[in-house]
T-cell receptor, first 118, second 113 residues
């Protein structure tokens, strides 16, 4: 595709339910990131995938959050037993790996999924 | 604690005027600093990326500066246009391995005709 796509664009769920958010990165991008943006707050890093390497999960706020990336492409962020404080916009980004490391690669963001937990 | 602060929180200017947005950080060890533009309801779009050795970088009417000694960065917008109305986010990477980014809260810029 032309850019990073995410689905659904909006998700309303009840407290305690599980939700799955999907991200389709730009074709050929081996790096994929998930972020969370709460209302009026800055983006919060959640998890990072790079190729076949073990993902960097250092940003996941609790064990209710998990993410997978199948076949090095599509990624799914799963939130179990959702809480009201999980309400936010969840953004996905992808990039090519920087040849020199150090994260110089430009990230391309999707439009986000707005999650509302009632 | 790794933190990124931005000022002002919001800014209103008239079309055609210049403006400068500020970013201060306490992230260590420093890897790189990025400025993003985020339109309402859209994902952020990268404007500039700077490493420790770079102290200025331009992208059209956007010019970013970095002072790694004082841990400050600025984003200067020249001859503002209505389409510049957006949130501008400063992001600092804390390490070279992995992607642990620290995002600032953003500055909301409104350009009026």
């Amino acid at each position: 595709g032309a850019g990073v796509s995410q689905s659904p664009s909006n998700k309303v769920t009840e407290k305690g339910k599980d939700v799955e958010l999907r991200c389709d990165p730009i074709s050929g991008h081996t790096a994929l990131y998930w972020y969370r943006q709460s209302l009026g707050q800055g983006l919060e890093f959640l998890i990072y995938f790079q190729g076949n390497s073990a993902p960097d999960k250092s940003g996941l706020p609790s064990d209710r959050f998990s993410a997978e990336r199948t076949g090095g492409s599509v990624s799914t962020l799963t939130i179990q037993r959702t809480q009201q404080e999980d309400s936010a916009v969840y953004l996905c980004a992808s990039s090519l790996p920087g040849t020199s490391g150090g994260g110089r690669d430009t990230q391309y963001f999707g439009p986000g999924t707005r999650l509302t937990v009632l | 604690k790794n933190q990124v602060e931005q000022s002002p929180q919001s800014l209103i200017i008239l079309e055609g005027k210049n403006c400068t947005l500020q970013c201060n950080y306490t992230v260590s060890p420093f890897s790189n600093l990025r400025w993003y533009k985020q339109d309402t309801g859209r994902g952020p779009v990268s404007l500039t990326i700077m490493t420790f050795s770079e102290n200025t970088k331009s992208n059209g009417r956007y010019t970013a500066t970095l002072d790694a000694d004082t841990k400050q960065s600025s984003l200067h917008i020249t001859a503002s246009q209505l389409s510049d109305s957006a949130s501008y986010i400063c992001v600092v990477s804390a390490r070279n391995y992995g992607q642990n980014f620290v995002f600032g809260p953003g500055t909301r810029l409104s350009v009026l005709p």
